[in-house]
């Protein structure tokens, strides 16, 4: 069964900085390529980063790039969201997302998400 | 960056009725667009990828149709689990965008 597990999700000041885990299981991790995704509270969604299988080519919202790092460890099935300078409008349930891979289409599986609360 | 917009906003249907969902991307983003459907409190689900692919395990009652930049997505007859947020998203260019968002509602 293919598990999607996100933790680091948190309360921090403005301007601070998080770090969000992301736990795969139940398929081989290093065939897909990996998302991020948000929701702030009552809104719609908004990607956030993008990191594929190989290479790591990395991609990111404009809201984000600058700010936020994404990164993975194939040997440990984790792909990882670094946040720093966090803004009021970071706060958001995060939502670790399995891309394209192995002929499956990207966006099929979900993680249950973890909550970004970000106070000025 | 591609902006979609979703028509309508509020969709109020009762149990059996067709739904009828309109994306609208504003430039071509070809066959690259896919459907989610997100419940309360729920995480989205992936329904319709490149288009018109049903995702593994999505009802028959789910179709979606459309190309370059007009979607559409039906739901032939509502059952009650559909009642819902349903977003486009378009793969075809970065940074990947989703819609506002179309929720389903009982009338």
């Known amino acids: 069964e293919v598990q999607l597990l996100e933790s680091g999700g948190d309360l921090v000041q403005s301007g601070g900085s998080l770090r969000l885990s992301c736990a795969a299981s139940g398929f081989n991790f290093n065939d897909y390529d990996m998302i991020w995704v948000r929701q702030a509270p009552g809104k719609g969604l908004e990607w956030i980063s993008y990191i594929r299988r190989v290479y790591n080519d990395v991609y990111y919202g404009d809201s984000v790039r600058g700010r936020f790092t994404v990164s993975r460890d194939n040997t440990k099935n984790s792909v990882y969201l670094q946040m720093n300078g966090l803004r009021d409008e970071d706060t958001a349930v995060y939502y670790c997302?399995?891309?394209?891979?192995?002929?499956?289409?990207?966006?099929?599986?979900w993680g249950q998400g973890t909550l970004v609360a970000v106070s000025s | 960056e591609i902006v979609l917009t979703q028509s309508p906003a509020t969709l109020s249907l009762s149990r059996g009725d067709r739904a009828t969902l309109s994306c609208r991307a504003s430039q071509s983003v070809r066959s690259n667009l896919a459907w989610y459907q997100q419940r309360p409190g729920q995480a989205p689900r992936l329904l319709i990828y490149d288009a018109s692919y049903r995702a593994t395990g999505i009802p028959a009652r789910f179709s979606g149709s459309g190309s370059g930049t007009d979607f559409t997505l039906i739901i032939s007859s509502l059952e009650p689990e559909d009642f819902a947020v349903y977003f486009c998203?378009?793969?075809?260019?970065?940074?990947?965008?989703f819609g506002g968002g179309t929720k389903v509602e009982l009338k």
């Open positions: 997302v399995r891309g394209g891979g192995d002929g499956n289409p990207s966006g099929d599986y």
């Open positions: 998203q378009q793969r075809s260019n970065w940074p990947l965008t």
